[in-house]
């Protein structure tokens, strides 16, 4: 993982982690690849070759203290974007958290990051600009619970 975010470029390291430098302290490294499970599932997209694994792709979304919601992050390695594994990891993480019978993911994003928010558009977000801050945009997602999925979770 710490090969994957050092290898993005500067521009996908600022949108996804506000910083573009790849000089992370081993605290903050520690933060960003070994998530409070307990609040947090994250998702990697491994690709392996010649008998080497290597990361392509994270998404992770963290509940809040409602047990209701959740905000997302993701960020697919340059080279790799544009063949849909972005639509595929929010896939993945939508079923997640309906799954876990969570009600609503939303996400912070620069309003800069006209990619992302064309990508949240796209997969069904509504963008909504934040009244604090002209720099931020919401993207935010109801979550229909999927009755017919038999591993789905009461309400956290
Ligand atoms: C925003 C981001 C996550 C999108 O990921 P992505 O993997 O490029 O997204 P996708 O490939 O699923 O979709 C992008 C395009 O690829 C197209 N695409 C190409 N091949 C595809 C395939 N095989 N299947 C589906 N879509 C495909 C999609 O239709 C879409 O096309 P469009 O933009 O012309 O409509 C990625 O650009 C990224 O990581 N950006 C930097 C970090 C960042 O900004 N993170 C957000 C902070 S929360």
């Not at 392996?48 to 809040?64: F, L, M």
């Not at 697919?76 to 974007?81: R, S």
């Not at 002209?134 to 017919?148: G, K, M, N, Q, Y």
Request: aromatic residues 8%; proline residues 4%.
């Amino acid at each position: 993982m710490r090969a994957f975010i050092e290898g993005l470029s500067f521009g996908a390291r600022y949108f996804r982690f506000g910083c573009g430098e790849p000089h992370f302290s081993d605290a903050e490294f520690r933060r960003l690849c070994d998530p409070d499970t307990s609040v947090c599932a994250d998702f990697i997209v491994v690709r392996s070759k010649d008998g080497r694994e290597s990361a392509v792709a994270s998404a992770r979304y963290c509940v809040q203290p409602d047990g209701k919601r959740c905000e997302f992050a993701i960020a697919v390695a340059d080279d790799w974007q544009g063949r849909g594994l972005g639509r595929r990891l929010i896939e993945a993480l939508l079923k997640n958290a309906r799954r876990n019978g969570l009600v609503l993911m939303f996400g912070k994003v620069l309003a800069t990051n006209g990619r992302m928010l064309e990508f949240a558009r796209r997969n069904g977000f509504e963008v909504l600009t934040d009244a604090g801050d002209p720099a931020i945009r919401t993207v935010t997602l109801a979550l229909e619970a999927d009755e017919a999925d038999p591993t789905r979770q009461q309400p956290l």
